[in-house]
Nanobody
């Protein structure tokens, strides 16, 4: 079992930066990859960035250059740095951890960007 808690959300002006954190507890050593997702009400949840236990990073094309996923040396926590925030980045951001055949989710953190 893995428990995830996101933090770092809030109200931000367009153009600013924000760093989200995904902290984990439980069987952290079973985590193979962590993915950040975001969801706007009425729309499907979309992945935005992923990092594997080996350090391989991947990004949704639309966020490349503004989003950076990173992690501590001990695998967790995992961070999502968002630069040049835009109003369309407003969403609930979730992290999800792949551990074996299971996928664990956090409760999400709201990011609101004002223009």
């Amino acid at each position: 079992q893995v428990q995830l808690v996101e933090s770092g959300g809030g109200l931000t002006q367009a153009g600013a930066s924000r760093r989200l954190s995904c902290a984990a507890s439980g069987n952290i050593f079973s985590i193979n990859a962590v993915t950040w997702y975001r969801q706007v009400p009425g729309r499907e949840r979309e992945w935005v960035a992923r990092i594997t236990s080996g350090g391989t990073r991947s990004y949704k094309d639309s966020v490349k250059g503004r989003f950076t996923i990173s992690r501590a040396d001990t695998k967790m926590p995992v961070y999502l740095q968002i630069d040049s925030l835009q109003p369309e980045d407003t969403a609930v951001y979730y992290c999800a951890a792949e551990a074996g055949r299971s996928l664990y989710w956090g409760q999400g953190t709201q990011v609101t960007v004002s223009s």
